[in-house]
């Protein structure tokens, strides 16, 4: 096995949610293969309680990665929960639809960008660059 890749400014901590197995694994691999720490659930109600636990007891999640249509809240009604809790966690709704009304419920709902699946490697970067500033900002205020 290939030693995990150096990424600067550290690995993030990432979390993964999609009800297809599938998706979950190579997306979760995906990130893996670029050095990040990734944690998975199947929907959004266990993402949930992966972030509960995560903020409690662990390093926080830096960057969401969730999918739209779910079983036991949607992306966007996991969003919405997501936004209720007291942390700033970087949001990336995955949608299959590219409906721009679809789009638009994700981002009403609090989501920080919209990458539409197929997902490719260079929109999980961009995500990643992004979810990085907010974790750096977000540990830069709490060190003042």
Known sequence: MDPAPTVPGGPLHCLVVDDDQLTRSLMSRTLTRL????????????ALEVLLRSFGDGPPIDVVFLDNQ???LSGPEAVKAIRALPWDVYVVGCTGNALEEDQNEYLGAGADAIITKPVSLTAINEQLEAARERSEARNACAIW
């Open 35 to 46: 050095g990040h720490n990734v944690m998975t659930a199947i929907d959004g109600r266990a």
């Open 70 to 72: 779910m079983p036991s």
